[in-house]
């Protein structure tokens, strides 16, 4: 790949976001009710291509029963406030409330509360109880203190999420999770990420993990971009990760790993355009958010926005715009993407000729401008 000099001493690829690429129509065309979307991970079989994130603004232990219910996953943060709190309606009223520069700073006095083992076991038994595939998830700084926990609860999947995860993570402060031997042990499939670069995602695919979550600090309540200068354009970041997945397919004998995109999927073209790069399903958090059913009363934040000593995120107001579902499934009653996603999934695979998500992975992609 041509590379652009930055300077003498520094040259860099070219990388692309959602914003940067087009779909492109084909000859054929078919009606978007003969369209599937369904996804299977493991053994579990979804009607939607799309994870809920683990944010607290984004998934309760009800919402994510309700998204269950409507066809995808809803993964529940083991580290928010309903694993901290025994009720914390009140708490997210008060976030939600916050002005200004105290935003931040009563955000992290809020999460200072420990996290309990028994309201972990107890949320996730509430999932359980109404029937719907169960995740948790947790980072990898606290994967192993929790994990019994969360097992013992019965979780159908797991989730390992941080900004970025590494397979070789290096500390001579503590002892790092070793991703192979914890996947290895654990008897339920485990999603991992974030990841943005070929190299990084086929050493996650090597740990024995069903599905990696490809993106860093992209989403909508993410600063890392500002915070840190650390950011890959999201087009790219999936596409490289797809061409990961194939080569270890190839490496391990056929052993396929799921491409989950996780940042930038603000609108329903991006979820188009995240499967068109080679995603197999995305992850959503700021779409969510503004479900008039959403924990977060119509704004949006991520762990990243309390972090103890250097946030790197913000808490984002967006308003509600319709129920769950209706973001989901529509009626529709703005024209900027940002309800009926699955909707307008099935018409972009429709005008292009593709059946179900596998087939339209192959749909050709232009850059713009």
């Not at 919402?63 to 529940?76: D, P, S, Y």
């Not at 596409?239 to 194939?246: E, G, L």
């Not at 799921?258 to 991006?270: F, L, Q």
Request: glycine fraction near 12%; charge should be negative; include cysteine.
């Amino acid at each position: 790949m041509t590379e652009i000099e930055i300077g003498r001493a520094k040259r860099a690829r070219r990388a692309y976001s959602f914003d940067d690429i087009a779909i492109v129509p084909s000859r054929r065309t078919r009606d978007p009710e003969e369209i599937s979307t369904a996804w299977q991970i493991d053994a579990y079989r979804f009607d939607l291509p799309v994870l809920a994130a683990p944010m607290d603004s984004v998934m309760s232990p009800a919402t994510a029963i309700a998204f269950g219910r409507l066809g995808g996953l809803g993964v529940l943060n083991l580290e928010g406030l309903w694993t901290r709190y025994d009720d914390p309606s009140d708490l997210l009223e008060e976030v939600a409330g916050l002005t200004g520069s105290d935003a931040t700073r009563r955000m992290q006095e809020i999460y200072a509360e420990p996290i309990r083992s028994e309201l972990i076991t107890a949320r996730l038994n509430q999932m359980r109880d109404a029937g719907v595939t169960v995740a948790g998830s947790l980072s990898p700084q606290r994967t192993k203190e929790f994990a019994k926990a969360v097992v013992d609860a019965g979780v159908d999947m797991f989730v390992i999420r941080g900004t970025t995860v590494s397979a070789e993570h290096v500390s001579s402060q503590s002892e790092p999770l070793n991703l192979k031997e914890f996947i290895y042990e654990l008897d339920v499939p485990v999603i991992v990420g974030g990841c943005a670069t070929h190299q990084a995602a086929l050493h996650l695919m090597r740990t024995g993990a069903a599905g990696v979550l490809v993106g860093f600090g992209g989403g909508a309540a993410h600063t890392t971009r500002t915070v840190l200068g650390i950011a890959v354009p999201m087009a790219s970041a999936v596409a490289d990760v797809a061409a990961a997945r194939r080569d270890y397919l190839d490496e391990s004998g056929g052993r396929y790993v799921h491409v989950i995109a996780d940042g930038s999927i603000g609108r329903s073209g991006d979820v188009a355009k995240a499967i068109a790069c080679g995603a197999d399903a995305v992850m959503v958090g700021s779409p969510l958010a503004r479900a008039t059913d959403a924990p977060g009363r119509g704004f949006h934040w991520g762990g990243e926005a309390h972090h103890p000593d250097l946030p790197r995120g913000q808490r984002v107001e967006f308003g509600p715009v319709g129920s769950m579902e209706e973001i989901l499934f529509g009626p529709s009653r703005v024209a900027d993407g940002t309800m009926n996603l699955i909707g307008a999934l099935r018409r972009s695979m429709a005008t292009t000729g593709y059946t179900d998500l596998k087939e339209f992975q192959r749909v050709e992609v232009v850059v713009g401008g």
